[in-house]
T-cell receptor, first 118, second 111 residues
Framework: AQTVTQSQPEMSVQEAETVTLSCTYD???????LFWYKQPPSRQMILVIR????KQQNATENRFSVNFQKAAKSFSLKISDSQLGDTAMYFC???????????????WGLGTSLAVNP | DAGITQSPRHKVTETGTPVTLRCHQT?????MYWYRQDPGHGLRLIHY???????DKGEVSDGYSVSRSKTEDFLLTLESATSSQTSVYFC??????????FGSGTRLTVV
């Protein structure tokens, strides 16, 4: 069974600085997707970034980028130039690449609470 | 959120009463999911659907049932609400490996 581990329950960073959130996962699959979701105090779940395992290039979305290390089963999220609005819970998630209709489920980490301080 | 709505946003109910939460989508996505979110537990899957009338249990399905009679609607029913079901409930939709789109959540309090 797949598992996702986020080893940092809480982190803080000063505004404008860079922070990296860790995520490791365990799977025997060779093809899969990885995601980072953000949940601000409004509680809305927002997709931040997505990575396909067969793509070696790390995904980037504006100030958000990932360091995907497939052999190490590591998928860290880097936030550059942190802003107050980045304060949120961040969740890492895994999904097998499958066409099986009953097996398209996300496996979630427990989250990292990030506080951006002024 | 755009394309997916949950109702109600907030609900307070008494122990032992049935409760139904509704998830409605306008994206024509095949997959729909119900999660609950509790402190220290993250997101836990209750039930999910991979097509009309095709549903399956998640990891915390006891005390919950679902129905999907048409593509756009996925209902979650608490058959007899208990205090342990006080939680925030999220619906999500998915069509491919693009990940999930979530509704805004329902805060349910069982007193």
């Amino acid at each position: 069974a797949q598992t996702v581990t986020q080893s940092q329950p809480e982190m803080s960073v000063q505004e404008a600085e860079t922070v990296t959130l860790s995520c490791t996962y365990d799977t025997s699959e060779s093809n899969y997707y990885l995601f980072w979701y953000k949940q601000p105090p409004s509680r809305q779940m927002i997709l931040v970034i997505r990575q396909e395992a067969y793509k070696q290039q790390n995904a980037t979305e504006n100030r958000f980028s990932v360091n995907f290390q497939k052999a190490a089963k590591s998928f860290s999220l880097k936030i550059s130039d942190s802003q107050l609005g980045d304060t949120a819970m961040y969740f890492c998630a895994f999904m097998k690449h499958t066409n099986a209709g009953n097996n398209r489920k996300l496996i979630w980490g427990l989250g990292t609470s990030l506080a951006v301080n002024p | 959120d755009a394309g997916i709505t949950q109702s109600p946003r907030h609900k307070v109910t008494e122990t032992g009463t049935p409760v139904t939460l509704r998830c409605h989508q306008t994206e024509n996505h095949r997959y729909m999911y119900w999660y609950r979110q509790d402190p220290g537990h993250g997101l836990r899957l209750i039930h999910y659907s991979y097509g009309v009338k095709d549903t399956d249990k998640g990891e915390v399905s006891d005390g919950y049932s679902v129905s999907r009679s048409k593509t756009e609607d996925f209902l979650l029913t608490l058959e007899s609400a208990t205090s342990s079901q006080t939680s925030v409930y999220f619906c999500a939709i998915s069509n491919t490996g693009d990940g999930y789109t979530f509704g805004s959540g329902t805060r349910l309090t069982v007193v």
